[in-house]
């Protein structure tokens, strides 16, 4: 059971120690390694918010490793992924104990591992194709890949991939030594749709996808990305070994996640694709039968692109027949391409590189999703969404509306779950469906003095944020802020709208840098803003998560307005709809709790961090429901003055000086 002999604290405060940052009596991640120890023993689910800096990927990996079962963590995000296999698990391994000699492994989609079958295929063509040229040609003959792909521009790209393909050991994109082109690498790798499985295909025996599935079989702990996870849940636990307990970290995204993974996306590209694929395999004899997938395509395209932003089939109104009439078409023409190739199997004709059986796979996975789709219910919601670089790529996409019946029935029967993250949603128990009987939620705190070093500053003076004149209100404050923070500013805003405007407006009124999102990448608009300690980053969406800048660099985090989502959002509509008077609390609510959380946990990343965190949307302090959302907020306390709020920054100044002249 839960071990007291001091052994998993005295391990705690070694592992803590020699990790960067380290060295901090971490109060909370005792408790948590202990909690999650039980909730495995005891096969009971548990929910654990742990603030920023309690070290809590350490104490569940050690509670993980110390059961002796196989655990499955499952990340949101490349960063965790990265810390946890290349930081955490190396130095839990070489620490001695009863469990020393514990394996772990990294498995990532199919689709992130070279497919050895298609190289063999693209190297026996090579030659003669002039493949592996760089061109500008239009000319399809000259460098073009029979699935479809125009691969003209990327000659080189395939060359120097095929290259390391033959020394590497993993085949994992992620250790090429350059970022391929999507395209490029699409030529050359497979998605779990379209690999036949290594007994049928030619090169499984060697397969790196193969290998690292069997690497992770054997492995006591397995990393994976919550998406991965979603799409094993949903083919109903074929894609991941077997095991007893899964620990999701990054917990409030599994809802956004399980929802993406647990539906379905269709864009014509995909029909394009297969009939391409098809005549690849058939020749231009059998011209008709690809001709018309390729001709539903078209008529897919057209049918959604005036429907971007808008529910379809069972709720889209005057668009549902057409749309569905199109997926019918589809579903017959695809049906017939798929029995000629069947035919053609059976009657023993070539496909000398076995693609024959990898079209058949694609074209049989997109049959049950036209399937699902014209089966669409009351539980579903489809809608169009807007892709490419200019948004006018229409996808169809389908996703259950509630994911918690879903989970509820495949998967916390299966497995113990442990969920944990330094801003826990409010319903996360309910929104994923978790048993109220053999679920605990408990939360360690976190190791920061949030009383003492930060302050909550929402100004009740400011306009209504829909009125007019609030953006120039927003922007007065802002810079009253910078001006006495000395710069040292993040300023996140909820739309792009507001976020150029206040840049255009203060750029030239300060004497800071102001970087701006739409400057640069975000990991060099990060590093910009390390470097450079008076400087100041104006930022959106993307912002509001991920970003650890600990340090005098980061003094106060600004707010525009309170993150509630969109009200047009299809599935979220559909969510409202159907949680009927109550959809503010359950639905908008949460969302904007956890991501105003998200937002305001950027400030405060070490025990001597100092700063405010200031939310220029009077609503936080004045609404009936601001208290639930300051309550989701780290504990800090609230002023409304901004005599106080200046007042404190004055002194976080003065603190981040005598640090330096120390
Ligand atoms: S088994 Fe699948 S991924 Fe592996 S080489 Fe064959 S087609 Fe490619």
């Not at 003959?141 to 095929?162: Q, V």
Request: proline fraction near 6%.
């Amino acid at each position: 059971m839960v071990p007291t002999d001091g052994a998993v604290a005295g391990l705690l405060e070694k592992v803590s120690s020699a990790l960067p940052g380290g060295g901090e009596h971490r109060p909370g991640q005792l408790e948590m390694s202990e909690r999650v120890r039980a909730a495995i023993d005891e096969r009971r689910h548990l929910v654990v918010q742990a603030g920023t800096g309690t070290g809590k990927s350490l104490a569940y990996l050690l509670a993980a490793v110390q059961s002796g079962r196989r655990v499955v963590v499952a990340t949101a995000t490349k960063a965790l992924q990265d810390q946890l296999a290349e930081k955490d698990l190396p130095f839990l391994a070489g620490q001695p104990g009863p469990r020393s000699g514990f394996t772990f492994a990294v498995l990532k989609g199919r689709s992130n591992y070279l497919c050895l079958q298609r190289a063999a295929e693209m190297e026996g063509r090579g030659a003669d194709r002039q493949l592996f040229e760089d061109t500008t040609s239009d000319d399809p003959r000259k460098g073009s890949d029979p699935e479809g792909i125009n691969l003209g521009r990327f000659g080189s790209e395939l060359r120097r991939i095929l290259e390391w393909s033959e020394h590497s050991a993993s085949g994992d994109r992620a250790e090429l030594d350059f970022e391929p082109h999507p395209k490029a690498w699409a030529a050359l790798s497979v998605g779990a749709r379209e690999c036949p499985g290594a007994f049928r295909c030619p090169s499984g025996p060697v397969c790196f996808a193969e290998r690292a599935r069997a690497l992770a079989a054997g492995s006591d702990i397995v990393i994976v990305n919550t998406h991965l996870y979603a799409t094993h849940v949903a083919s109903d636990g074929a894609v991941l070994p077997d095991h007893e307990v899964v620990v999701f970290d990054e917990a409030h995204a599994v809802e956004d996640v399980m929802t993406s993974g647990l539906g379905l996306e269709l864009a014509a590209g995909r029909l394009r694709a297969i009939g391409v694929s098809a005549r690849g395999v058939l020749g231009r004899d059998d011209a008709t039968v690809v001709d018309a997938v390729a001709e539903v395509a078209d008529q897919l395209d057209e049918v959604l692109r005036p429907l971007v932003g808008l529910r379809v089939l069972a709720d889209g109104g005057n668009s549902a027949g057409e749309v569905a009439r199109v997926l019918g078409l589809a579903r017959s023409r695809v049906e017939a391409l798929v029995g000629r190739l069947r035919r053609s199997d059976a009657d023993g004709e070539a496909d000398e590189d076995g693609r024959r059986p990898r079209t058949l796979l694609a074209a049989g996975h997109l049959l049950d999703d036209l399937a699902k789709l014209e089966a669409a219910g009351e539980d579903d919601v489809a809608w169009v969404e807007g892709a490419g670089p200019s948004g006018r790529l229409p996808t169809l996409r389908m996703a259950p509306i509630e994911i918690g019946p879903v989970l509820a029935e495949r998967l916390w029967p299966r497995v113990t779950a442990v969920l944990t993250s330094a801003t826990v949603p409010p319903l996360l128990e309910k929104t994923l469906g978790l048993p109220g009987s053999t679920t605990d939620r408990v939360d360690v705190g976190s190791p920061f003095p949030f009383e003492s070093c930060a302050l909550l500053y929402c100004p009740t003076d400011l306009p209504d944020r829909r009125s007019p004149g609030a953006d120039e209100a927003v922007q007065r404050e802002l810079h009253g802020l910078i001006a006495a923070a000395g710069g040292r500013t993040l300023a996140l805003f909820t739309s792009w709208r507001a976020m150029l405007a206040a840049v255009e407006a203060l750029r030239p009124a300060l004497d800071f840098a102001v970087l701006a999102q739409n400057d640069l990448p975000k990991s060099k608009l990060l590093e910009a803003f390390r470097a450079e300690e008076s400087s100041c980053l104006f930022a959106t969406m993307s912002f509001w998560q991920g970003v650890d800048v600990p340090g005098a660099t980061l003094s106060v985090v600004a707010i525009d307005r309170l993150p509630f989502p969109r009200p047009d959002d299809p599935l979220l509509e559909a969510r409202r709809h159907r949680a009927g008077e109550g959809a503010f609390r359950t639905v908008d609510l949460p969302r904007a709790a956890t991501l105003l959380a998200q937002g305001a946990g950027r400030l405060i990343r070490s025990s001597s961090d100092r700063g405010l965190v200031a939310v220029l949307d009077r609503r936080l302090a004045t609404a009936g429901y601001g208290r639930l959302l300051r309550a989701a907020l780290p504990p800090m306390p609230l002023t409304t003055k901004r005599q106080e709020a200046m007042s404190f920054l004055g002194a976080t100044r003065a603190s981040a000086s005598d640090g330096h002249a120390r």
